[in-house]
């Protein structure tokens, strides 16, 4: 894994305004950033990410089957026991899934090391399935990398095919909360894909989902939602107020109810528990249970239900704190994991995510950041495929 400087294209906000990338810079600073790329070798790709995307996923598929068993388990996961039954069914049902992204930190050497599955609403996939690979198209043709360059990238051909898989002759609903541009794009863009896989779609904001009779959910025309794509999490559904309906399994939601349990940050100790010492994994446990690292050793402090770095604290052996990002969770319970540092090229701090679509690995994106901490302001970089 190399990082080098690159010329940005010329008039580049022309290129991501008509490419529909009204999110590149947020808040005056640089989201996306050209200005550098990553270089890996295709045997990395195969070895050091795909291979081990793959073989945690159907690892993180027994965590669900093995949870669902133990009531233990899911009481330490915290999900309401109201849904425990719902989810359960949701999975004997092989409800279907679309996506997530395994976040992962690799120095380039030993093997890459999961930090995170964010299987429920992850975000950076228009940034990850389409742009870069735009990019790359543009940068070949300027010689700005090899003209023999590739892209570890088959994200948007498996969105659009599983999508289609998806089809049940009627409209597919896609929600995102209000005044979310980043959220609001995300969903424009699988809403395009869905288009391309021969699907109607209709979009709607969460905040503008009613009540029909008998608890049905309608849109604004009071037409009944039947499937329905949310870049909404799980956890937030059941803690609202019309969250009881969900057991009543009326839609069929993409994301299904199982993924709860993949979407919590207590996957990690659950994954170590039944994969012990697992190249791919970190030590981790649950709040209560005795630390797995060992004297002197760093480690991380993650509330079950944070999202993009919130609450999320980082300490050294004697308890000091490294590094720490506010957040929403920090009365959320919370799990621990053995520390292990994101590679640094120059300022920033690099981490790898690795895509899956309809259960196969299919694609990744890099975001840095000036902290050990990645957030949702932290910067999306592109990469390229070369020897």
Request: hydrophobic share 35%; charged share 25%.
């Amino acid at each position: 894994m190399l990082r080098h400087n690159v010329p940005v294209r010329q008039n580049l906000d022309r290129i991501a305004q008509e490419h529909g990338f009204n999110f590149h810079i947020i808040d005056n600073e640089i989201y996306w950033d050209e200005s550098r790329a990553y270089r890996f070798t295709l045997r990395q790709i195969e070895e050091q990410i795909e291979k081990p995307t793959a073989e945690l996923h159907q690892m993180c598929l027994e965590v669900v089957d093995r949870a669902l068993k133990s009531e233990s388990v899911m009481k330490q996961l915290a999900i309401p026991p109201l849904y425990w039954d719902a989810i359960a069914e949701s999975w004997r049902n092989n409800d279907p899934s679309l996506y997530g992204r395994m976040d992962f930190v690799w120095t380039g050497k030993g093997p890459v090391k999961l930090l995170e599955y964010n299987a429920d609403t992850p975000t950076s996939l228009y940034e990850s399935a389409y742009f870069q690979w735009v990019w790359m198209e543009d940068a070949r043709k300027q010689g700005l990398i090899p003209r023999e360059a590739d892209q570890y990238n088959a994200i948007q051909d498996k969105l659009i095919a599983r999508l289609g898989e998806l089809n049940n002759g009627g409209p597919l609903y896609l929600c995102c909360c209000k005044d979310t541009e980043e959220d609001r794009g995300t969903v424009l863009y699988l809403e395009d894909c869905a288009h391309q896989a021969g699907l109607e779609t209709r979009f709607i904001y969460i905040e503008d989902i009613g009540l029909g009779v008998g608890g049905s959910l309608t849109d604004l025309q009071d037409n009944v939602i039947q499937q329905a794509f949310k870049l909404y999490p799980l956890e937030w559904m059941m803690r609202d107020e019309n969250g009881p309906l969900l057991r009543k399994s009326r839609e069929q939601w993409i994301e299904p109810l199982w993924k709860s349990i993949l979407s919590n940050k207590g996957l990690m100790p659950l994954l170590w528990r039944y994969f012990p010492e697992h190249p791919n994994l970190l030590p981790a446990w649950f709040d209560n249970e005795k630390p797995l690292i060992k004297a002197g050793e760093s480690y991380v402090k993650k509330p079950l239900f944070s999202r993009e770095g919130g609450n999320i604290t980082i300490y050294d052996s004697q308890q000091n704190v490294i590094d720490s990002a506010e957040g929403d969770y920090a009365d959320e319970p919370v799990i621990f994991q053995a520390f292990q540092p994101l590679p640094r090229f120059g300022d920033s701090y690099t981490l790898i995510g690795s895509w899956v679509v309809d259960d196969e690995a299919v694609g990744m994106g890099i975001r840095e950041d000036n902290t050990l901490i990645t957030k949702d302001t932290s910067r999306f970089v592109p990469h390229y495929i070369a020897g």
